[in-house]
């Protein structure tokens, strides 16, 4: 079993920025892959950015390139998405997820194995 804890969601005005975390904790193995997805109400849950924990090479959707950051701490073992030059239309609740055997980068939810209770992030315009 895997479980994951997210933190850093909160209300920004837009512009401003915000750094959420991920902390996994059970069993974890250095081949995980490491997701970010976001839900805003009435819509599906969005690929934001993934990364495997053995590798720095980071993964990123549509909405989050060249605004959005992720990272991650092996020894802390947390993953960080940092969160810059926010837009209202990036409110939505945040989850990290993770999935245990992927070879490719997985861009569906359905894919994931493991999730976050989520942390709601609010930007107002």
């Known amino acids: 079993q895997v479980q994951l804890r997210e933190s850093g969601g909160g209300f920004v005005q837009a512009g401003g920025s915000l750094r959420l975390s991920c902390t996994a904790s059970?069993?974890?193995?250095?081949?995980?892959?490491m997701g970010w997805f976001r839900q805003a109400p009435g819509r599906e849950r969005e690929f934001v950015a993934a990364?495997?924990?053995?590798?720095?090479?980071?993964w990123y959707g549509d909405s989050a390139k060249g605004r959005f950051t992720t990272a991650r701490d092996i020894g802390k073992r947390t993953v960080y998405l940092q969160m810059n030059s926010l837009k209202p239309e990036d409110t939505a609740v945040y989850y990290c997820?993770?999935?245990?055997?992927?070879?490719?980068?997985?861009?569906?939810?359905?894919?994931?194995?493991?999730w976050g209770q989520g942390t709601q992030v609010t930007v107002a315009s």
């Open positions: 990364i495997r924990w053995n590798s720095d090479s980071p």
């Open positions: 059970g069993r974890t193995f250095s081949s995980y892959i």
């Open positions: 997820a993770a999935d245990l055997s992927a070879d490719v980068v997985p861009l569906t939810a359905e894919e994931y194995d493991y």
